[in-house]
């Protein structure tokens, strides 16, 4: 990612981390309504919130999986 994407992205990620569970699952399921970068920056948060018995204890990638398919987004 360029400096400016990577700059954009964490401010994104700032802007959400202070939003409420059902308001971080709001803007992951609005695909038409945000952009993807604003709906990951959400998910982020969603994935590093979410319990161990879903998550299993695994790398980022596969816990963004499970818990994608744990609130089916």
């Excluded at 971080?24 to 952009?35: E, G």
Aim: hydrophobic content about 40%; glycine content about 6%.
């Amino acid at each position: 990612m360029n400096r400016q994407r990577l700059f954009s992205f964490g401010l994104m990620v700032w802007q959400t981390h202070g939003l409420s569970h059902d308001q971080l699952l709001r803007i992951v399921s609005a695909k038409k309504r945000y952009s993807p970068q604003f709906r990951a920056a959400a998910l982020r948060h969603l994935v590093a919130a979410a319990p161990v018995s879903i998550t299993g204890g695994c790398p980022f990638a596969e816990r963004r999986r499970r818990v994608r398919a744990h609130y089916r987004v």
